[in-house]
């Protein structure tokens, strides 16, 4: 069965420095990855996807990821922070062929400090 | 284009009543998916219909948990009789195809259980 583990909880960055958010994966076969991000009171929006194309991937707002096979990661990176960045992030591995087809990490609240 | 759309926002029963949730997808979606998110926790996916048959319910409470898409358009998901435990956001999402496409969140109703 796949999984997927986002190694922080919280991160907290100051307004134009780099935003790194972590995630590793496993998965039995080759999953598609996505992030997802949840501002207060919002909906959930699709940031960016990984659907076995191009290992790096560009997202909406500035964000992007790279996913890294040897690495089981999909981390989540932009190079300067904006505080309407502040929302909650889910790392989601989907997986066709695996036992649990769609799974969310639990989260990363991410901080932005002015 | 109008957005997932769900009802009710806001629902507290007390434990052992039943409650149901209303989804109405972005038209010509074929995919939906019913989400619960407790506090928390990332979203865990209840079920997955294609157009009105179930893709996936491994995750559904069977014993109390149903869910139905009538004609492949609005789903209903109940629970009778809830339980302390299922105080949660229950999310509602569509797609166009299957499990690599982008979802779209509905904005969730917040079940409380007393």
């Known amino acids: 069965a796949q999984s997927v583990t986002q190694l922080d909880s919280h991160v907290s960055v100051s307004e134009g420095t780099p935003v790194l958010l972590r995630c590793n994966y496993s998965?039995?076969?080759?999953?598609?990855l996505f992030w997802y991000v949840q501002h207060p009171n919002k909906g959930l929006q699709l940031l960016l996807k990984?659907?076995?194309?191009?290992?790096l991937v560009k997202g909406i707002n500035g964000f992007e990821a790279e996913f890294k096979k040897s690495e089981t990661s999909f981390h989540l990176t932009k190079p300067s922070a904006h505080m309407s960045d502040a929302a909650e992030y889910f790392c989601?591995?989907?997986?066709?062929?695996?036992?649990?087809?769609?799974?969310f990490g639990k989260g990363t609240r991410l901080h932005i400090l002015p | 284009e109008a957005g997932v759309a769900q009802s009710p926002r806001y629902k507290i029963i007390e434990k052992r009543q039943s409650v149901a949730f209303w989804c109405n997808p972005i038209?010509?979606?074929?995919?939906l998916y019913w989400y619960q998110q407790i506090l928390g926790q990332g979203p865990k996916l209840l079920i997955q219909?294609?157009?009105?048959?179930?893709?996936?319910d491994s995750q559904l409470p069977k014993d109390r948990f149903s869910a139905e898409r009538l004609k492949g358009v609005d789903s209903t998901l109940k629970i009778q009789p809830a339980k302390l435990e299922d105080s949660a956001v229950y999310l509602c999402?569509?797609?166009?195809?299957?499990?690599?496409?982008?979802?779209?969140f509905g904005p969730g109703t917040r079940l409380t259980v007393l």
């Open positions: 999402a569509s797609s166009l195809g299957f499990l690599t496409d982008t979802q779209y």
């Open positions: 998965s039995s076969y080759s999953p598609s």
């Open positions: 990984y659907t076995s194309a191009a290992t």
């Open positions: 989601v591995v989907s997986d066709p062929l695996g036992d649990d087809k769609i799974i």
């Open positions: 038209s010509g979606h074929a995919t």
């Open positions: 219909f294609q157009n009105n048959g179930v893709v996936d």
